[in-house]
Structures are given as C-alpha cells and as structure tokens.
C-alpha cells in the first residue's frame, strides 16, 4: 500500500533554510487528482497546514508562511519536497507529509519527522 | 487562534456517548466544503477517521459518525472505549488554503 515517508536534518539553525524530503513509495507520485502536503504541529500544539503540491508542480501556501515557503515536485524520484527559510524557534515542530485527496482530506500521512532550530 | 474552533478538552465513561463539536464560518463550513476529522494517539500521526463530513475509511469502527448542519461539524463517539483515548482534529477548506481545529483532547475516564 501506500507509504510516506519524511527525511532531512533533525536540527536547523536559526536564520537558515530548513529542508525536507518525503519520499512516496507504493504508489507514483503522478496519479491525477491527489495534491501531496506539508503539515507541522509544533511540541504540545495543534496541527498547521503549511501548502499543497500537484504532480505537474502547481502549489498553493498558507498565507502565513507563503513568503518562507517553497514546495517542490521530481516525479522521477516519486518525492516532494519542502524548503523553508529564515526559520526562527517558532518553527520547531513535528512535520509531517501527506497526501490529499480530491475532497480535501489527508488520507495518508507519513510517520513525522522531528525538526529543531537551535544555535 | 485557528480558524475552526473547537473545545479543548471533553471526557467520558468508557461505554459512553461523546461528541465534539467543530465551528466554522461561512467562508469554510458553511460554504459548502467538507469537514474531515482526525484522530491523534499520543506519539503517533494523525489518521484519517471522518472524511467528506460522514463518511468512515475502510477498517474505522462504526462506533465513530460525523455530521454537518450549517456552519458547524460534530463527530460522535459511541461506546466510548480506553483506547479512543486520544487528540482529534477537524479540517476543511476555506479561501484557498486548509484549515485545521485546534484539537481536542479525549480523555476516558
């Protein structure tokens, strides 16, 4: 079946690029209709959707992270991934990769991947 | 302050009934788009429970339903059980962007 699966460094400095990689395993990348998604829920705090991504490479963001955010696609590696600059402590958080279906439901989620901003 | 409110805490008696409650706003909810729900064990990542307002993926008990009516969602707990001891999650969509609930914490007593 279906399986995400989320990895990069577990511990960014302040002022940096965070950067992560969910790889998708099962299944392609490429089938119509599912976008894929990067989800966040920093330590005891609730979930934070943070943008969307199309096989063909079409986003779209939460408005609150757009000007930190990019989210990008390679087919041939079945994964997407998830850069965000200039992180701060504040984005200390679990995040998590996920896919999203023509309803808007995340249906499949990865296990989750600690990451920590810390000089 | 997230843009689907729910309450932070409810609890029950195993073998009980317990609903929680999801309220949004006519730009979400009440526009029309879906509530899907999610339930988070401790350590663990969400999993999918409700979704397109009351429909149960393959393999989650019938002992949860959700619902829609307005600019509100609930989903419902029958037969409450230790196990079911968990956070749960509302979302939908709303201008471009999704939306989750701030959570809930389900506590059997």
């Known amino acids: 079946q279906l399986q995400l699966q989320e990895s990069g460094p577990g511990l960014v400095k302040p002022s940096e690029t965070l950067s992560l990689t969910c790889t998708v395993s099962?299944?392609?990348?490429?089938?119509?209709?599912?976008?894929w998604g990067w989800i966040r829920q920093p330590p005891g705090k609730g979930l934070e959707w943070i943008g969307s991504?199309?096989?063909?490479?079409?986003?779209y963001y939460n408005p609150s992270l757009k000007s930190r955010v990019t989210i990008s696609v390679d087919t041939s590696k079945n994964q997407f991934s998830l850069k965000l600059s200039s992180v701060t402590a504040a984005d200390t958080a679990v995040y998590y990769c996920a896919r999203l279906t023509p309803r808007d439901a995340f249906d499949i989620w990865g296990q989750g991947t600690m990451v920590t901003v810390s000089s | 302050q997230s843009v689907l409110t729910q309450p932070p805490s409810v609890s029950g008696a195993p073998g009980q009934r317990v609903t929680i409650s999801c309220t949004g706003s006519s730009s979400n909810i009440g526009a029309g788009y879906d509530v899907h729900w999610y339930q988070q064990l401790p350590g663990t990542a969400p999993k999918l429970l409700i979704y397109?307002?009351?429909n149960r993926p393959s393999g989650v008990p019938d002992r949860f339903s959700g619902s829609k009516s307005g600019t509100s969602a609930s989903l419902a707990i029958t037969g409450l059980q230790a196990e079911d001891e968990a956070d749960y999650y509302c979302?939908?969509?709303?201008?471009?962007?999704?939306?989750f609930g701030g959570g809930t914490k389900l506590t059997v007593l």
């Open positions: 991504i199309y096989y063909s490479g079409s986003t």
């Open positions: 099962g299944g392609s990348i490429s089938s119509s209709s599912y976008y």
């Open positions: 397109g307002n009351s």
């Open positions: 979302q939908s969509y709303d201008s471009s962007l999704e939306v």
